[in-house]
């Protein structure tokens, strides 16, 4: 991370006043395939990265939160317990981690924050979960003697996004924000909330992230509606979830549901199979075989998914002439990252010529990021 704990604890003094309080971090997330799955009870393959949100936090001894955005230069303060909450979303994600830690039996008070981040907003990359992770991590520790376990502090967050935010999304991103480990990709099971380690230590590979720059707004009904479509076709099969589900069970059932349902299940079931398909080619060392997958993501995300855009299957085309071996649209959707599976010799020539023909298109450059795999929540001090 970028920014240091100088950083954040010179704002918290200026803006807060006092003394310093504790400081923590937490990271957001890349995801190497399983996209749209974790809703539907099936796999993902994210990793943490070392972008984040780091905090300071010092207990008042009141029931209110007075809070600090750096980055947005904004104040405010609100109560524990008026429901209603503060309006501006970046204030609502530590009211709402707040509330639901409430929820669980922790004795919540109020405390003083200031807070910044690095994780590109808008980026796919999960800010909103590196945020959430933060307060959840720094409350379990301050407040509730550190007795919630680890899988409980992504579910507070993703409440937070469903109770506070209304995204009804699934457990990814907070939970590689919780789990994060340096090195390591982790794979998560979404039905048991079973996961294992993987290290990730591709020989002559490397990760990296095209930043479109399109800001998506998935708060908002395109990524509930994704939800509703599957969780429509799953009802239709008589199943809880699409898990599992495979194309003939679908091909049943296609007069009943509707053209675009019908898509949406598709790109899902397909998806579950592709990251079976990686595992399988990870543990063989099989590089070639993970990219082709990720191309497969980016197709059915694009033409059934409907999460892409111009500027994003740009991205994709590029890689693709460039010889990149996998690339394809990362998180949510409707703008931000594609992340390339890139041979190290062809480095210099893709980043370069994506930001060239990004720019001769669009008018501006995108981003590239160099993922490096790092740790999820904790207290820096
Ligand atoms: C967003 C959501 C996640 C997940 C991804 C798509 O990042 O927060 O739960 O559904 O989109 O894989």
């Given at each position: 991370?970028?920014?240091?704990?100088?950083?954040?604890?010179?704002?918290?003094?200026?803006?807060?006043?006092?003394?310093?309080?504790?400081?923590?971090?937490?990271?957001?997330?890349?995801?190497?395939i399983g996209e749209h799955t974790d809703y539907n009870e099936g796999f993902v393959?994210?990793?943490?990265?070392?972008?984040?949100?780091?905090?300071?936090?010092?207990?008042?001894?009141?029931?209110?939160?007075?809070?600090?955005?750096?980055?947005?230069?904004?104040?405010?303060?609100?109560?524990?317990?008026?429901?209603?909450?503060?309006?501006?979303?970046?204030?609502?994600?530590?009211?709402?981690?707040?509330?639901?830690?409430?929820?669980?039996?922790?004795?919540?008070?109020?405390?003083?924050?200031?807070?910044?981040?690095?994780?590109?907003?808008?980026?796919?990359?999960?800010?909103?979960?590196?945020?959430?992770?933060?307060?959840?991590?720094?409350?379990?520790?301050?407040?509730?003697?550190?007795?919630?376990?680890?899988?409980?502090?992504?579910?507070?967050?993703?409440?937070?996004?469903?109770?506070?935010?209304?995204?009804?999304?699934g457990?990814?991103?907070?939970?590689?924000?919780?789990?994060?480990?340096?090195?390591?990709?982790?794979?998560?099971?979404c039905?048991?909330?079973?996961?294992?380690?993987?290290?990730?230590?591709?020989?002559?590979?490397?990760?990296?992230?095209?930043?479109?720059?399109?800001?998506?707004?998935?708060?908002?009904?395109p990524y509930?509606d994704r939800r509703n479509s599957c969780e429509r076709v799953a009802k239709a099969l008589g199943m809880p979830s699409l898990r599992g589900a495979s194309m003939e069970q679908l091909e049943a059932i296609k007069a009943q549901i509707s053209e675009e349902d019908y898509k949406r299940a598709k790109y899902v079931i397909g998806e579950e199979a592709r990251v079976y398909a990686v595992?399988?080619?990870?543990?063989?060392?099989?590089?070639?075989?993970?990219?082709q997958k990720m191309y497969e993501t980016h197709e059915g995300l694009s033409k059934d998914y409907e999460v892409s855009?111009?500027?994003?299957d740009?991205?994709n085309?590029?890689?693709?002439?460039?010889?990149?071996?996998?690339?394809r649209i990362?998180?949510g959707g409707f703008?931000?990252?594609?992340?390339?599976?890139?041979?190290?010799?062809?480095?210099?020539?893709?980043?370069?010529?994506?930001?060239?023909?990004?720019?001769?298109?669009?008018?501006?450059?995108?981003?590239?990021?160099?993922?490096?795999?790092?740790?999820?929540?904790?207290?820096?001090?």
């Amino acid at each position: 991370m970028k920014l240091t704990i100088d950083d954040v604890r010179s704002r918290f003094i200026k803006h807060l006043g006092g003394e310093p309080g504790y400081v923590y971090a937490s990271p957001g997330r890349i995801n190497l395939i399983g996209e749209h799955t974790d809703y539907n009870e099936g796999f993902v393959f994210p990793g943490a990265v070392e972008q984040g949100m780091i905090a300071e936090i010092r207990p008042n001894g009141t029931r209110t939160i007075r809070a600090y955005s750096i980055d947005l230069k904004d104040y405010d303060e609100f109560s524990i317990d008026d429901e209603k909450g503060p309006k501006a979303s970046h204030f609502r994600y530590l009211f709402g981690v707040a509330r639901e830690m409430m929820k669980l039996g922790v004795p919540v008070e109020g405390f003083d924050t200031a807070f910044a981040g690095d994780v590109p907003l808008g980026a796919g990359m999960s800010s909103s979960a590196a945020l959430e992770s933060t307060y959840a991590y720094a409350i379990n520790d301050l407040f509730g003697e550190n007795k919630i376990a680890s899988m409980d502090l992504a579910k507070v967050g993703q409440a937070t996004e469903h109770n506070y935010l209304g995204l009804n999304c699934g457990i990814m991103d907070q939970f590689a924000s919780v789990h994060g480990k340096k090195g390591n990709l982790m794979r998560l099971d979404c039905r048991s909330g079973e996961f294992e380690y993987f290290p990730w230590e591709p020989k002559g590979y490397r990760l990296v992230l095209v930043n479109s720059c399109v800001k998506h707004e998935l708060a908002g009904s395109p990524y509930n509606d994704r939800r509703n479509s599957c969780e429509r076709v799953a009802k239709a099969l008589g199943m809880p979830s699409l898990r599992g589900a495979s194309m003939e069970q679908l091909e049943a059932i296609k007069a009943q549901i509707s053209e675009e349902d019908y898509k949406r299940a598709k790109y899902v079931i397909g998806e579950e199979a592709r990251v079976y398909a990686v595992c399988d080619a990870l543990q063989k060392g099989d590089y070639e075989t993970v990219g082709q997958k990720m191309y497969e993501t980016h197709e059915g995300l694009s033409k059934d998914y409907e999460v892409s855009c111009e500027e994003l299957d740009f991205l994709n085309d590029v890689a693709k002439d460039c010889g990149v071996t996998g690339s394809r649209i990362m998180g949510g959707g409707f703008g931000g990252c594609t992340i390339n599976l890139v041979e190290d010799h062809l480095y210099d020539t893709f980043t370069k010529t994506v930001k060239e023909q990004f720019k001769a298109k669009y008018g501006k450059e995108p981003i590239v990021i160099d993922v490096v795999i790092g740790d999820g929540a904790r207290r820096l001090c």
